[in-house]
């Protein structure tokens, strides 16, 4: 099971999860996770605690596989594994992952 943002797409556009037996996934905000971090923490305790769950779903997956642990469910935070995965193996999405570098580091420069 795969928690992420709508618009994370993990695994998709790579090979990652292509030795994965299924994939589900439960959708959160694409942004602000934490403003539906309830309704999250409900859809998630509804799976079976045998089944692993992979978050990424920015600073709030830390939280959720804090507070899914404590339920029994096995959680772990995932964070940009495909995006980093992506450019050890060369896919397009390096692009995207360079622009997103440089958009952050003048955010952090305050440009």
Request: charged fraction near 30%.
């Given at each position: 099971?795969i928690i992420e943002g709508e618009m994370?797409?993990?695994?998709?556009?790579?090979?990652?999860?292509?030795?994965?037996?299924?994939?589900?996934?439960?959708?959160?905000?694409?942004?602000?996770a934490f403003s539906k971090y309830d309704?999250?923490?409900?859809?998630?305790?509804?799976?079976?605690?045998?089944?692993?769950?992979?978050?990424?779903?920015?600073?709030?997956?830390?939280?959720?596989?804090?507070?899914?642990?404590?339920?029994?469910?096995?959680?772990?935070?995932?964070?940009?594994?495909?995006?980093?995965?992506?450019?050890?193996?060369?896919?397009?999405?390096?692009?995207?992952?360079?622009?997103?570098?440089?958009?952050?580091?003048?955010?952090?420069?305050?440009?």
């Amino acid at each position: 099971m795969i928690i992420e943002g709508e618009m994370s797409r993990l695994g998709v556009g790579n090979d990652l999860l292509d030795n994965a037996k299924s994939i589900k996934r439960i959708l959160g905000p694409s942004r602000q996770a934490f403003s539906k971090y309830d309704e999250i923490l409900d859809e998630a305790k509804k799976l079976d605690k045998d089944v692993l769950i992979l978050l990424a779903l920015g600073p709030a997956a830390t939280c959720l596989a804090y507070d899914l642990h404590k339920l029994g469910y096995q959680a772990v935070d995932i964070g940009h594994v495909d995006v980093e995965y992506g450019i050890g193996q060369g896919y397009a999405r390096r692009e995207e992952h360079e622009s997103e570098e440089k958009g952050s580091r003048q955010e952090q420069n305050g440009a």
